[in-house]
């Protein structure tokens, strides 16, 4: 039998209908030294592809989703979460979902220069847009290669509101930037946690902060005046489902305004990486877990309708829709709530600031 890929979130590569694609491998751009706390990266050296891309900020088209932009400077994700929707995107890059999205990375080494063009547009009207909508923004690659820190760096220039979600501590890097612009109302920072559970989170996020270490970097943004709200997502039946209020406490504690959540859906090509190694990782919780899904999506692993796809129907959605609001309720009720800066835009055009800026 082939060895379990060590600290992997997929157990296996998947097929891709795509036709193959060759990507180099350099291994001198891998990123071993991790924060203390954070686990090392298995056995499996990661690859890093510069792509040219097009553009860099895409429209999001979904009632569900509370932003109208997004911004990936990566494609792939090195934290390798085994439940992350986002896996079913590399298909689009002749790659697989399974091991292919966790190590093989397409780096955007142009986003900055793309984000400068698109924002110069003299059509743009100020709006939030969302960095890592997609895949982590601070994954570890993002230690070496400071993309997100540049485009950080547009945004204050062009004074855009921008949104950061991730697990990742390593944002701290950037409290500087983060700084400058809440000064103006013009950042939101999101942490994704999902589980206190340290056994848990090292096999279901086996490349994350911890979640201690993710707290106690909510705390510093927040004491540096910087808005912060914690996302407890993905809620698995069975596995975290009971968890919600002692994060929400945790969150509130260190300064978070408030919490959202989502509740696991399993499209396209997850329930061959999810379900394996749920399989793998806690065999005892399996059926529990499995048949806790599907009672969330009407008896199947993965329901698409908008308005219900993330938060679910039935009884353990009502459930845990409950724990929310009694969360908000407890911890929340008094925090001040964070709204974005939309009229402090600076319009450039070839490095100049228009006559009236």
């Not at 504690?253 to 999810?274: D, H, K, M, T």
Request: glycine share 6%.
């Amino acid at each position: 039998m082939k060895p379990k890929p060590n600290g992997r979130g997929s157990l296996h590569s998947l097929d891709n209908p795509f036709e193959k694609q060759v990507y180099r491998s350099d291994p001198e751009f891998w990123e071993s030294e991790y924060r203390a706390g954070e686990e090392p990266m298995g056995d499996v050296k990661n690859s890093y592809t510069e792509v040219e891309a097009k553009s860099i900020v895409n429209r999001v088209n979904s009632p569900d989703i509370p932003h109208n932009w997004s911004l990936n400077p990566y494609q792939g994700c090195e934290h390798g979460c085994s439940y992350c929707y986002a896996r079913n995107s590399h298909n689009y890059w002749a790659l697989n979902a399974g091991l292919d999205f966790e190590r093989q990375i397409l780096v955007k080494r142009n986003a900055a220069s793309l984000l400068s063009k698109f924002l110069s547009r003299p059509s743009w009207q100020a709006e939030p847009i969302m960095l890592s909508g997609n895949t982590d923004c601070y994954q570890p690659i993002e230690r070496k290669l400071k993309i997100t820190r540049s485009l950080l760096e547009v945004f204050l220039e062009f004074r855009n509101p921008v949104g950061i979600i991730t697990k990742n501590s390593l944002i701290e890097r950037d409290l500087d930037l983060l700084k400058e612009l809440a000064k103006e109302d013009l950042i939101q920072v999101a942490f994704s946690i999902n589980t206190l559970n340290e056994e848990l989170r090292r096999k279901m996020e086996p490349r994350t902060a911890t979640a201690k270490r993710r707290l106690k970097a909510v705390e510093t943004l927040s004491k540096a005046g910087i808005p912060v709200m914690v996302m407890i997502a993905p809620i698995i039946p069975g596995l975290n489902s009971h968890e919600v209020l002692k994060i929400a406490e945790e969150s509130a504690q260190r300064g978070a305004q408030n919490i959202s959540y989502s509740l696991l859906r399993l499209n396209g090509q997850l329930p061959e990486v999810f379900l394996p190694w749920l399989k793998e990782s806690f065999p005892n919780h399996f059926e529990k877990v499995k048949q806790g899904v599907e009672s969330l999506h009407g008896g199947k692993l993965n329901d698409s309708e908008f308005g219900r796809r993330m938060r679910g129907s039935g009884e353990w959605a009502l459930q845990i829709k409950q724990q929310i609001e009694l969360a908000r309720r407890k911890y929340f009720a008094h925090q001040a709530k964070a709204v974005y800066n939309t009229t402090s835009l600076r319009r450039i055009r070839k490095g100049q600031y228009g006559l009236f800026d």
